[in-house]
């Protein structure tokens, strides 16, 4: 009977150290550290080309660890996004052209294929996926001759007649857009306390004004012009002032331009909204959270 006690106690005091072992190894920890990378634009002006005309992006990111498996973490992140139809080359003879500030905030959940937690020798590499969801805030400008032009100041072309639900929520006239990023990347760590990743991740918007591309072209009257030195540019169709024309005291032009595009010709492809992505790596220092037990004993 005794024997049987004591083999029970035995196994009972076997699991309670593991378990502890376990509390031990991998408390929560939260990491703290900047990223830096490039991002790049996908839609109505480069729909197939990843990484093309990409420029920098940066930020920080606060990542809460529950376990050696999940991990939670709030993300901000700087990016420019731009296209160019003469340099895409999709549709060349449009000469549109924009450049995207954005200033995104998201939140995701990673899941870490292999256990991994910063410091512990035996599990410091794994490669994981997110996603989660995003808020942005971005200004959308076009490059005339040199000068950067919101084109959140201008109706560059005709609205749809029947928006989606998202349009009416974050149309054209709004800078605030949602988007469900989502990807992959490898976490490693570096010391103790730093670790590194490196991740690509791409982020489904619901929003077709990225670009500032969507729709159809207006009537001749309503197309959205600017003059920038001196100098008549129309923003809706560029064909029809590629160098600029002139304008005279009045601020009028002194020709009439003519472009090749008229009203109702498809501008940009209203069937799909604008993507961006970023390809960048992280460094992040970690701080350990109390284990519930009154103070952290964590040997990492």
């Not at 699991?15 to 408390?27: G, K, M």
């Not at 990223?35 to 940066?58: C, E, I, K, R, W």
């Not at 990023?181 to 670790?195: C, D, E, I, N, Y």
């Not at 004004?209 to 309503?222: E, F, I, M, N």
Request: glycine share 8%.
């Amino acid at each position: 009977m005794w024997r049987k006690i004591r083999l029970l106690l035995i196994i009972s005091c076997l699991i309670a150290a593991v378990n502890a072992n376990a509390q031990f190894d991998d408390p929560k920890t939260i990491e703290v550290g900047p990223h830096v990378g490039v991002s790049y634009y996908m839609g109505d002006l480069n729909p197939t080309l990843p990484f093309a005309m990409a420029d920098l992006q940066y930020g920080g990111l606060v990542r809460f660890n529950y376990n050696n498996r999940w991990t939670f973490r709030a993300d901000y992140a700087y990016a420019t996004v731009k296209a160019d139809d003469k340099v895409i080359k999709w549709r060349p003879e449009r000469e549109l052209n924009f450049l995207s500030k954005i200033h995104d905030l998201s939140f995701v959940a990673e899941f870490n294929f292999w256990e991994y937690y910063t410091g512990n020798p035996k599990k410091n590499v794994s490669p994981y996926i997110f996603g989660g969801i995003s808020v942005f805030y971005y200004t959308a400008y076009a490059n005339v001759s040199g000068t950067l032009v919101d084109l959140s100041d201008y109706k560059t072309e005709s609205l749809p007649t029947d928006p989606k639900w998202y349009d009416q929520a974050f149309g054209k006239t709004s800078p605030i857009g949602i988007s469900i990023p989502f990807g992959m990347g490898v976490k490693f760590a570096l010391s103790r306390h730093m670790a590194g990743t490196v991740e690509w991740r791409m982020q489904k918007t619901f929003t077709d004004y990225l670009d500032d591309v969507g729709t159809v072209y207006p009537a001749d009257d309503q197309h959205a012009t600017v003059i920038v030195d001196n100098m008549y540019y129309d923003l809706t169709d560029p064909t029809a002032t590629p160098s600029g024309i002139p304008v005279n005291a009045s601020g009028h032009p002194t020709s009439n331009p003519d472009g090749i595009y008229t009203k109702d010709q498809q501008r940009g492809n209203s069937a799909f909204n604008d993507w961006f992505g970023m390809a960048r790596v992280s460094l992040t220092w970690k701080f350990n959270l109390p284990d519930g037990r009154g103070c952290n004993l964590s040997k990492f």
